[in-house]
């Protein structure tokens, strides 16, 4: 298998299954059932009663009938006018529930509008961290529930991977010192990160509640925006790094992981009878890999709140920190994992050149 392609199936591969775990989440088979109707155009109506689960995509229409099943919906907008023996999923979608129709479950939603006359509809967030976003509201006999705002934290997702990249191709050498941190100085790391965290979190409370120095306080969150996306780029190298090497370390045999997936076998015989080179991702795609875990670990409901707000920008800010104090005031330098070819021979270059001037200063 070649270096590149490689790189983009793994890629690939572990993105799709993280992306796939909340989708596996909404649509369990609660019910039981395993069928599903897809509707995927404008101006639907259900006329007559239906015993299948029913997924709207980028559609509209109207459910008239008796449906019986759990609904999802996708990029749509729906008309609920019967009762609904099931849950109602929402995503980035409108909902209007009229007065007369009984919905047996709940309405949950993600990034969606509900209008209901309905008392029996109980509307909740699908991600029970992302219910300070749900917005209720009463008009003419109708309530409406809004969570639309949940696109904002959706979109800092991807302007957190942006800027990571930028960064790492801005200053590559730097961040993938950044990385090799956690290998050499884990302790050192955390220490820092925690002295970081508590002293900007004690300046932003005493600049916020200074009339005089409110604009500090913004500059401040600024700047700590900008800590945790380059301390970010630097964990996400060294995540994505630990996961190629553990993969091939399984796949090739060299040590076995603390679970056996499925097809596991199957797998290791392909690849031992094939004989394909190990996979040798350079710094870009172990980013693209770690950040993509990162970004799936903010979203886990019960961990994201202590992971997003406490635990990770300790590990970015002690990373960003420790990497300032190496590269500035003690001149220390790693080897790095990352990559192969060019760079990685002018770093041991390097490195061997900067032993032999130690120990000529020793002399």
């Known amino acids: 298998m070649k270096t590149k392609r490689s790189q983009v199936l793994l890629t690939v591969l572990i993105g799709f299954v993280l992306l796939i775990l909340p989708a596996r989440a909404v649509f369990a088979a609660e019910s039981g059932k395993t069928d599903v109707t897809v509707v995927a155009s404008k101006g639907y109506v259900q006329s007559s009663r239906n015993n299948s689960r029913l997924l709207f995509l980028f559609a509209s229409g109207r459910i008239e009938a008796e449906q019986e099943g759990d609904l999802y919906l996708f990029f749509s907008n729906v008309e609920l006018r019967s009762n609904i023996k099931g849950n109602v999923y929402s995503l980035f979608s409108d909902v209007s529930v009229s007065a007369d129709s009984n919905i047996d479950g709940e309405i949950k939603t993600l990034s969606s509008r509900v209008v209901s006359g309905s008392e029996s509809a109980k509307i909740s967030q699908m991600f029970a961290e992302f219910g300070i976003f749900l917005k209720t509201s009463e008009y003419n006999n109708y309530t409406v529930t809004d969570d639309s705002f949940t696109h904002v934290w959706l979109w800092m997702s991807a302007l957190r991977i942006t800027l990571a990249y930028l960064v790492?191709?801005?200053?590559?050498?730097?961040?993938?010192?950044?990385?090799?941190?956690?290998?050499?100085?884990?302790?050192?790391?955390?220490?820092?990160?925690?002295?970081?965290?508590?002293?900007?979190?004690?300046?932003?409370?005493?600049?916020?509640?200074?009339?005089?120095?409110?604009?500090?306080?913004?500059?401040?969150?600024?700047?700590?925006?900008?800590?945790?996306?380059?301390?970010?780029?630097?964990?996400?190298?060294?995540?994505?790094?630990?996961?190629?090497?553990?993969?091939?370390?399984?796949?090739?045999?060299?040590?076995?992981?603390?679970?056996?997936?499925?097809?596991?076998?199957?797998?290791?015989?392909?690849?031992?009878?094939?004989?394909?080179?190990?996979?040798?991702?350079?710094?870009?795609?172990?980013?693209?890999?770690?950040?993509?875990?990162?970004?799936?670990?903010?979203?886990?409901?019960?961990?994201?709140?202590?992971?997003?707000?406490?635990?990770?920008?300790?590990?970015?800010?002690?990373?960003?920190i420790t990497a300032l104090i190496n590269a500035f005031v003690l001149k220390r330098y790693y080897l790095p994992v990352f990559g192969h070819g060019e760079r990685d021979k002018k770093a041991a270059n390097f490195e061997e050149t900067r032993k032999k001037l130690l120990v000529a200063d020793k002399r």
């Open 168 to 320: 790492l191709m801005i200053k590559r050498s730097f961040i993938e010192q950044g990385g090799m941190l956690l290998y050499h100085e884990p302790l050192r790391l955390i220490k820092n990160g925690i002295v970081t965290y508590v002293s900007l979190a004690l300046a932003f409370l005493v600049f916020t509640i200074s009339l005089l120095f409110f604009p500090f306080s913004i500059l401040l969150a600024a700047v700590f925006f900008a800590a945790l996306i380059a301390g970010e780029a630097s964990l996400s190298l060294i995540l994505g790094h630990t996961v190629t090497e553990t993969l091939n370390s399984y796949i090739y045999g060299k040590r076995d992981l603390p679970f056996h997936p499925p097809f596991s076998r199957t797998i290791r015989s392909y690849f031992a009878a094939k004989r394909p080179a190990e996979m040798k991702v350079n710094s870009t795609a172990c980013m693209l890999i770690g950040i993509i875990i990162i970004e799936a670990l903010r979203n886990i409901p019960y961990i994201s709140l202590g992971f997003s707000y406490f635990f990770f920008p300790i590990l970015a800010l002690g990373t960003l």
